[in-house]
Antibody, heavy 120, light 107 residues
Framework: EVQLLESGGGLVQPGGSLRLSCAASGFTFTIFAMTWVRQAPGKGLEWVSSISATSGSIYYADSVKGRFTISRDNSKNTLYLQMNTLRAEDSAVYYC?????????????WGQGTLVTVSS | EIVMTQSPATLSVSPGERGTLSCRASQSVSSNLAWYQQKPGQAPRLLIYGASTRATGIPARFSGSGSGTEFSLIISSLQSEDFAVYYCHQYNNWPLTFGGGTKVEIK
């Protein structure tokens, strides 16, 4: 059974940093692209960042470029999102999502999310 | 950036009735269009990909159609568990984008 378990969310002051993790199990993590998607309270889904299986291709939304860094450790089956210079508008539930074999940026499994609140 | 526009924002339907949700892309996304269902407090669930292919375990009452810029999700006979928010998602171009969602509520 595919499982994605996010962690690392919490309350942080504006300008602060957080590192999110997504522990994957139930599939061969090393061959699938992974993505972070966020959802502000009561709002829709917003793509944040994606990384290919080998980390050779990385993409960011303009809203987080230069502040967030996506990475993965295939030896630990874990995806990361380092978030720096956080702003109030970054407050959201952050989901990690697994790509499919044929379409890397189509998401067939999602974690339950971790809540990030940026507030003083 | 490809803008995905969903309509209506809210769809009020009685159980057993048919519901039709629309998604329009600001430029062609070919058939690289997916639909997700999200219930309160839950993660999104993949329903349809490739515009018309049901994901594993998705009931046959869900069907998708369209290509290019116009897409539809049809729920043939709404069940109580289908009342949720539905999002379309294009995975044809960067940045990846989602529609604003359609909330399907009980009439």
């Amino acid at each position: 059974e595919v499982q994605l378990l996010e962690s690392g969310g919490g309350l942080v002051q504006p300008g602060g940093s957080l590192r999110l993790s997504c522990a994957a199990s139930g599939f061969t993590f090393t061959i699938f692209a992974m993505t972070w998607v966020r959802q502000a309270p009561g709002k829709g889904l917003e793509w944040v960042s994606s990384i290919s299986a080998t980390s050779g291709s990385i993409y960011y939304a303009d809203s987080v470029k230069g502040r967030f860094t996506i990475s993965r450790d295939n030896s630990k089956n874990t995806l990361y999102l380092q978030m720096n210079t956080l702003r109030a508008e970054d407050s959201a539930v952050y989901y990690c999502a697994k790509g499919t074999e044929n379409k890397w940026w189509l998401f067939d499994y999602w974690g339950q999310g971790t809540l990030v609140t940026v507030s003083s | 950036e490809i803008v995905m526009t969903q309509s209506p924002a809210t769809l009020s339907v009685s159980p057993g009735e048919r519901g039709t949700l629309s998604c329009r892309a600001s430029q062609s996304v070919s058939s690289n269009l997916a639909w997700y269902q999200q219930k309160p407090g839950q993660a999104p669930r993949l329903l349809i990909y490739g515009a018309s292919t049901r994901a594993t375990g998705i009931p046959a009452r869900f069907s998708g159609s369209g290509s290019g810029t116009e897409f539809s999700l049809i729920i043939s006979s709404l069940q109580s568990e289908d009342f949720a928010v539905y999002y379309c998602h294009q995975y044809n171009n960067w940045p990846l984008t989602f529609g604003g969602g359609t909330k399907v509520e009980i009439k």
